[in-house]
């Protein structure tokens, strides 16, 4: 109950803080050379909001959930999460727009939670 907890706290955050006014401020700040923070940003959220996901199946109590289909889903569902919150900012978010360099982001946080998953797993189970 508490895994299915977490994942709801992270997509309402991931919505709470995609809701946000830009301000242009995070679009100017550049990390390791050219790389936009706000970037990153996009990176963490959606690998945590992954992460949420996965420990939530793997500790369910249905074999589906632990496959490598169910994990693909996960992505696929956070991949589009994402994706509908770019389309949700340029429609309904004030000074925010729609960026497909946010969504590559989104999915490669996504993305980028598995293999941490498999192996903070692969760790635990030594």
């Known amino acids: 109950m508490k895994t299915l907890f977490w994942v709801l706290a992270e997509v309402l955050l991931v919505f709470v803080l995609l809701s946000l006014p830009g301000d242009n401020f995070s679009s100017h700040v550049k990390l390791f050379g050219n790389f936009p923070i706000d970037k990153l940003v996009h990176v963490l959220l959606f690998g945590s909001l992954s992460m949420s996901f996965f420990v939530h199946f793997e500790r369910g109590n249905k074999p589906f ?32 727009g729609f960026e497909v360099a946010d969504m590559l982001a989104d999915a490669v ?8 998953f498999e192996k903070i797993k692969k760790m635990g189970s030594n």
């Open 65 to 96: 959930l632990k496959t490598v289909r169910a994990k693909s889903l996960i992505l696929i569902v956070c991949i589009l999460y994402g994706i509908g919150m770019e389309y949700y900012q340029k429609f309904y978010v004030p000074s925010r």
């Open 109 to 116: 946080g996504a993305i980028l939670a598995l293999p941490l």
